[in-house]
């Protein structure tokens, strides 16, 4: 069943907790599956990772940003936000850039386009291809 959602993916937001560190390995299975399921290169698909409870502080942190970033690097993520659902801080920014990211990937491929507007999904993002999300 997740191998059918994954396929229908469009973009992504990987979430970890900082006060978690096995939320590192959970993103990374997550990743793999996708990956998997989708037949894709990394690097190719609109992918974000948010970093909840950040409003806990980095001090008291069981997994590090440094961890954080390296894995963005793996994975040629480009972005990471720092979110925090107790204090509202970067919620709503999160997935407005998330929203962003699959428009410029969208407005790339005019053939997604058509298909939406004829009413059809899109099931699959363009496999063995780089996608530039800035």
Not at 81 to 95: G, K, P, R, Y
Not at 96 to 124: C, F, M, Y
């Amino acid at each position: 069943m997740q191998d059918q959602y994954f396929r229908a993916t469009d973009a992504v937001l990987l979430c970890c907790d900082l006060m978690d560190s096995s939320s590192i390995d959970e993103m990374r299975n997550k990743m793999e599956n996708l990956l998997r399921a989708k037949d894709a290169d990394v690097g190719t698909l609109p992918i974000i990772i948010s970093v909840n409870k950040c409003d806990l502080g980095l001090t008291d942190a069981n997994l590090s940003m440094d961890q954080v970033r390296e894995f963005a690097e793996e994975y040629k993520i480009p972005q990471i936000i720092c979110t925090s659902a107790l204090e509202n801080t970067n919620v709503t920014e999160v997935f407005s850039e998330l929203v962003a990211i699959s428009v410029n990937v969208l407005q790339r491929h005019p053939e997604w386009i058509q298909k939406l507007e004829d009413g059809e999904p899109i099931t699959t993002m363009p496999t063995k291809k780089k996608c530039s999300v800035m």
